[in-house]
């Protein structure tokens, strides 16, 4: 074969790649599990949120779930504030995982939105809201990261939002954000190889890869690259926080869950501010059979510790039934609606309380 054969020959059978990719990619995207954007994650410890800054996006992971997610310059959804606090401003930090992140809602129906119009509403214009969350958070991460980062918002309110799952997410060998840490690390360290991978991540191809490169490694322990699943396992499962009667490994856990959260409790009053355990319930529980296992728990923590709680699950319940709260069948997160019902709740308890200062 002469050389001009060859490279005939090669340009074919570059031109049949390109466009059996071209192809799948348009397959990928008509279909609808098409994925071509996702929200970017990264931890720094000079970016006050624990997202990649200046993202505007429409996220597309789960393509019947689209949601418009704007994050600003300092990594957090919402409107940025300003560090230090100008005075006569009374903060609220709003901390928790995926709820606090708002998950699949779109910019202006998040929880920490919608929080903030309330007590606006309520106290005036001079209340802020700064709402920090990530999806597997628990109460070591979010410890860790009022601890690290959030302490310099110089908040008068902590409010720290839990799920049902934080007992179960306790349960893995590395908590979530020392993982997104790790994560974090590995990409520096490979900052050439993900110079060449960014201009793939809005492909359809990229994405649909990446999901079967995560369930490999989730499903089979092996490390992959950047990922290990193998922290990733939880010893216990989140269905059991609903359960009527919990093993003992699993009550094991929600013992120290409770000694986490009382520590962070005192580490918060300790410097002069205020703190609020809020608990959102699963979508399970708008049943009324549910036997509110958990609830029972967590309220006799928060007794036993001294902490002010609020269960979200009367006025979530109440409002299920002429409303939908929750984005089933597509995921079990609460969508706008929820978010509301919770911020009112919220908003209420704050004022009953007379912990914020009167509208002036």
Known sequence: MTFRKKLAFLAVIYGVVILALVGWEVALRLSRGATT???????SGDVLGEFLPNQRLQDTRKPRLKWTVTINEDGYRGRRVAVPKPPGIYRILLLGDSLIESQYVDDGLTFGEQLQADVQRRFGDRVEVVA?????????????????KGQRFEPDLVILVSPLNDVSDLSRRVQYRELLKRLSGYEQRHSFLQALVAPLRSTAIYNFLYRKWVYFAYRTAVPVGAIDARPLYEEVSFT????????PKYREYFERYCELLGAFHTEVEAGG???LYAVFPDVEQMSPDDP???QRHLAACADRQRIHAVDL??????????RKLFLLPYDRHPNGAA???????IGAELARLGWLPARS
């Open 37 to 43: 954007t996702r929200l970017r994650f990264a931890w």
């Open 132 to 148: 920090i969350g990530r999806a597997g958070y628990t109460i070591t991460d979010e410890a860790a990261y009022f601890r690290e």
């Open 240 to 247: 059991e926080a609903r359960a009527r009667e919990w093993s």
């Open 273 to 275: 501010r205020r703190f």
């Open 292 to 294: 509110q296992t958990m």
């Open 313 to 322: 699950l009367p006025a979530l319940r109440t409002a299920s039934r002429d």
């Open 339 to 345: 978010y509301a019902v919770a911020s009112e709740t």
